[in-house]
């Protein structure tokens, strides 16, 4: 999920190019990430079905982490993901980094 993207640009080296697009092409790529079938752009999809997805699947499977010890049990309880921060839970890790 969200977290093992950050873990893709990271080893892509991406994180210049990532500092200078401005904030809102993240919620456009969140979004085609989400839906690719709904992106503007022709080669986007299969881009993103064919590459991106099964990609992090890999790191996923190869890399599996887990973040609680980095942050303090209240604030992960505060947002309602329990006491195990698992970044391979989709929507344990949207939540967190939508807490921010």
Same mark, same amino acid.
């Given at each position: 999920g969200s977290f093992y993207i950050l873990v893709l640009a990271a080893g892509l080296e991406l994180r210049k190019t990532i500092a200078e697009v401005g904030g809102h092409? @993240?919620?456009?790529v969140g979004q085609m990430?989400?839906?690719? &079938? $709904? =992106? =503007? /752009?022709t080669v986007t999809p299969t881009l993103i079905t064919g590459s991106i997805i099964p990609t992090i699947a890999w790191i996923r499977s190869r890399m599996p982490m887990s973040l609680e010890n980095? @942050?303090?049990p209240s604030f992960i309880e505060c947002i309602g993901? #329990? &006491?195990i921060l698992d970044c391979t +839970?989709? =929507? /344990? $890790? +949207? +939540? /967190? /980094? #939508?807490a921010f």
């Amino acid at each position: 999920g969200s977290f093992y993207i950050l873990v893709l640009a990271a080893g892509l080296e991406l994180r210049k190019t990532i500092a200078e697009v401005g904030g809102h092409i @993240f919620a456009k790529v969140g979004q085609m990430l989400r839906q690719p &079938e $709904t =992106s =503007s /752009f022709t080669v986007t999809p299969t881009l993103i079905t064919g590459s991106i997805i099964p990609t992090i699947a890999w790191i996923r499977s190869r890399m599996p982490m887990s973040l609680e010890n980095l @942050f303090c049990p209240s604030f992960i309880e505060c947002i309602g993901i #329990g &006491e195990i921060l698992d970044c391979t +839970n989709v =929507s /344990f $890790t +949207n +939540n /967190f /980094f #939508g807490a921010f």
